[in-house]
């Protein structure tokens, strides 16, 4: 019988650490009598934590390092945020399960506001993310937006500090943290569409380590699952990362996938979107077939 320490690979930010041990906790019962422990790992974006996400080439800034100690078998289970988890296959390992998604949508918080409509002409909203800048200077091209890095908290005491009239940031980060009552509204899903992935968290092993395999296999959600393979499906078919104007929601009703896409330019003044439906048990056609969608309409030229 395997009793060795099943080690989950984390970045050590609050939140990171609220999910490893959300996911700890989950795996105990299943993994024993395997203990279950959590080794911290350091990722180059908790590293630099001044560069723009933008500018720091993307792809895995966030993953790449705990990609790295479960091929050196310093860890056994890596716990992503799902959508900081590039699409591009890492030969080796494979994305396991994941769990019941959380709360998928982007939150406004603002000290001064009561409603992303009554931002005043000319506000200043903080925001790190390309997607979400893109979306705001859509809805509202006469907002400032600049650019906020760091983790939640620290994005939060920068409200305060530089008297910005907003921020833009996870509602399940903020859900998470306990931090839900900051939150003034969570924005409409309908303009604001949420980053692949986002809300959900992402458990990946190595390929041929069938028993750790076993065990986080009985903590994946098949909806769930089948959303963000849509999801990630879409967004590999149209060659971005986590860092360009992409957006998506999905849902499942019964046997039927619904998703939606839509893509931006990057200072938010084109944008092209599209709905496809497909069965529940085929996401990455329907996946696919939507990033063709797009591409038809025109959002290669948007993201080149
Ligand atoms: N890129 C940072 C990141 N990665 C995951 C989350 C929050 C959790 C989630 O959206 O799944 C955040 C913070 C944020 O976007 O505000």
């Known amino acids: 019988m395997n009793d060795t320490p099943l080690r989950l690979g984390t970045r050590g930010s609050p939140l990171a650490l609220w999910q490893a041990h959300f ?25 630099d934590r ?37 699409t591009i296959p890492e030969p080796g390992l494979e994305l ?37 800048r893109a979306m705001l200077a859509n809805r509202r091209p006469d907002l400032t937006l600049i650019d906020l890095r760091g983790n939640v908290e620290t994005r939060l005491r920068k409200l305060e500090e ?3 009239d907003a921020i833009i940031l996870a509602e399940a980060g903020l859900v998470r943290l306990g931090l839900a009552d900051r939150i003034t509204e969570v924005l409409d899903a309908t303009w604001m569409l949420p980053a692949v992935g986002q809300g959900a968290i992402g458990l990946e092993c190595r390929s041929d380590d ?21 999801e ?14 992409i957006g998506t929601t999905s849902k499942i009703d019964g046997g039927t996938l619904t998703i939606r896409g839509m893509v931006l ?4 003044r084109r944008k092209v979107s599209a709905t496809h439906v497909g069965p529940a048990d085929a996401p990455l056609a329907t996946g696919q077939e939507l990033a063709a969608m797009l591409l038809a ?5 948007l993201l080149a």
């Open 23 to 47: 996911i700890a906790d989950r795996l105990r019962p299943v993994a024993a009598p395997r203990p279950v422990e959590l080794v911290l790992i350091e990722t180059h974006g908790d590293r």
């Open 50 to 86: 001044a560069t723009p996400l933008a500018a720091m080439g993307g792809f895995g800034v966030f993953t790449k390092a705990i990609q790295t100690a479960l091929r050196d078998n310093r860890a056994d289970a890596a716990v992503h945020s799902l959508k900081d988890l590039p």
């Open 96 to 132: 396991v399960a994941v769990p019941p998604r959380g709360p998928t949508g982007d939150a406004f918080v603002s000290l001064k506001h009561r409603r992303f409509d009554a931002l005043p002409q000319g506000g200043v909203v903080g925001t790190s993310s390309l997607r979400r």
């Open 162 to 164: 530089n008297d910005l």
């Open 210 to 230: 069938a028993d750790t395999i076993d065990a986080v296999l009985a903590l994946t959600d098949a909806d769930t699952f089948a959303r963000v393979t849509a």
């Open 232 to 245: 990630r499906a879409m967004l590999a078919a149209l060659g971005g990362g986590c860092l360009v104007p």
């Open 265 to 268: 330019s990057p200072d938010g």
């Open 297 to 301: 309409e025109g959002a290669a030229e």
